[in-house]
Structure formats: structure tokens, C-alpha cells
């Protein structure tokens, strides 16, 4: 097997400074795609997923409450605690932190089985209301992602505007989140095609999110860490403790509100 390529740290860095984001190919082995792959049918065969989210579920018919997504698996899961503090999602963090010695506050895990609703344009820093602003998010395919089955979308250079707390109403038939922020006049919703073992990396105020996954038969599988600079002052408590590459646990002050990327939002004391 051909080892990937070292990602050209400086390129990305410059890609993601102008865009809000970059994608690493295959920056997760075969190896690690499968293992992730594994540890969460177990979990999800387990019952394990069914943690905190209601997540707007029509019915029990609904893809979403058949496959409902997994928060924060690292605190009971030593696959995903691992493949959370991946050695070079630390490498390629540090960089786009400008050499701030990154921490992990969050793993989620999405299933999106055939026909189940995407995500609406969102900024992920109004839910961990990271300060000062250096949320990042490693999202790492398991499946080929594209349109067909609800890839991520982005919307290239949004992460200079501030957080857009008006939101409008979304179209909750291809959205499990009732709410999205909308696009900036000028700029444009773009497709991430990905392959399994591609990392996006995006920016916390980047507005992003996905649609419904319109395929007849395929999953599309998504393992997504968010983190920040270890030199942040303060995070929503629901990121509480947040983890140290080294494995250790650290806390920072908390702050009211925020909580879960995709959690209806209620409100913050900023
Ligand atoms: O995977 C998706 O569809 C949305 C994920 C997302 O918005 C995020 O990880 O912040």
C-alpha cells in the first residue's frame, strides 16, 4: 500500500486562512476508517446512540430515530477517544491554530442512512461559543460523500463575517435543525465530495451544514471532532472537560448555554 503523501502544512494553512476550510485526503488509513466504522455499528447495535438527542424526530419510522447520530462517544468509547486525538489532525490543527497547542472538546459520529434530513446552514462556534474564536472542526468521511447523499456543504470565506445569531426558519423536510443561517450575499453553498479517510477541516464561524440524503442505498458515515486552542478562555459547559493530546482532561471556565452542534440553540450570556 502506498502511504499517503504528508500533507503540505503551509499550503493548507493559506487555504484554510483564505476559505474557512481544507480537506487532507486520506489523512484516516483504511485501517482506521474500517476500525471507526466498527466501533460505532457496535455502538449503535448496543443501544449506545440513543444518548441525548431528540433531534426532531417525526416517528419512529424516521431514518434519524432508526440511525440517530452518537455525541461525544470519546467519554465512553476508546475507539473514537483515540481517533479523536489522531496524530496528524494534531499536526494540521496546530498549524491552522498558529502553533497553539490544540484540545478536543467534542466527537460526534452521523450515520445519515438513505432518506434521512441533513443539517441546515449553521456556524458550529453559536453552540461551543468558543472564546476567543478558535473553534476548529475535523470532519472525516467513512463512505464517498457527495450530493447524492447529503455531503457537507460550505460556504467559502463566511468564517470572516461574525456569528449570525437572527437566524430564519429552514426547510425541515431536509433538515433535522429547525433553524439556518442564511448565505451571504455574493458568496456561494459548495459540495465537499469526499472520499473514506478524507479530513475537512472548518473553521468555527465558516456557515455550513448538509442536506438530506437523497440515495436509495447508500449511508453516508461521518466521524467529526471539534476543538480549539489550548488558550482559550472559556467554552459552553456542555464541552466540559475538554482533552489534552496527551489524553489528559483540562476545564475552562464555562459559559451559559451553546451545547450540542445541532441542538436547537437557547441562547448564550455573551
Ligand atoms: O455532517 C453533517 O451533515 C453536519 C455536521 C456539522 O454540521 C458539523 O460537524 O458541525
Not at 14 to 39: C, H, K, M, N
Not at 127 to 145: F, H, S
Amino acid at each position: 500500500m502506498i502511504a499517503p503523501a504528508r500533507p503540505d502544512l503551509s499550503q493548507l494553512k493559506a487555504d484554510y486562512d483564505r476559505d474557512g476550510y481544507v480537506v487532507v485526503p486520506q489523512l484516516f488509513s483504511p485501517t482506521e476508517v474500517a476500525e471507526l466504522i466498527a466501533a460505532f455499528e457496535a455502538i449503535h447495535h448496543a443501544g449506545q446512540s440513543e444518548l441525548i438527542h431528540t433531534d426532531n424526530i417525526r416517528d419512529a419510522r424516521d431514518p434519524l430515530a432508526q440511525w440517530p447520530r452518537v455525541v461525544h462517544p470519546h467519554r465512553f468509547n476508546q475507539t473514537a477517544r483515540q481517533h479523536l486525538l489522531h496524530p496528524t489532525v494534531h499536526d494540521v490543527l496546530k498549524v491552522l491554530l498558529d502553533d497553539d497547542e490544540p484540545v478536543a472538546a467534542q466527537t460526534m459520529y452521523y450515520f445519515k442512512p438513505p432518506g434521512a434530513r441533513g443539517q441546515a446552514l449553521h456556524q458550529d462556534n453559536l453552540y461551543l461559543l468558543v472564546k476567543p474564536g478558535t473553534c476548529i472542526g475535523a470532519w472525516t468521511a467513512m463512505d464517498i460523500c457527495d450530493e447524492q447523499n447529503g455531503c457537507l456543504l460550505v460556504v467559502p470565506g463566511s468564517h470572516l463575517g461574525n456569528l449570525v445569531c437572527n437566524q430564519h426558519d429552514a426547510d425541515t423536510t431536509d433538515s433535522f435543525t429547525p433553524n439556518h443561517v442564511p448565505v451571504p450575499k455574493g458568496m456561494k453553498v459548495t459540495p465537499v465530495r469526499m472520499q473514506p479517510g478524507d479530513t475537512l477541516f472548518f473553521h468555527g464561524n465558516i456557515i455550513h451544514g448538509s442536506s438530506a440524503n437523497r440515495h436509495p442505498t447508500r449511508f453516508r458515515r461521518s466521524f467529526i471532532g471539534h476543538y480549539a486552542a489550548g488558550s482559550l478562555d472559556e467554552i459552553s459547559k456542555f464541552y466540559l472537560p475538554l482533552v489534552r493530546f496527551d489524553g489528559t482532561e483540562v476545564e475552562v471556565a464555562a459559559v451559559t448555554g451553546g451545547g450540542a452542534c445541532g441542538d436547537t440553540w437557547i441562547g448564550a450570556a455573551h
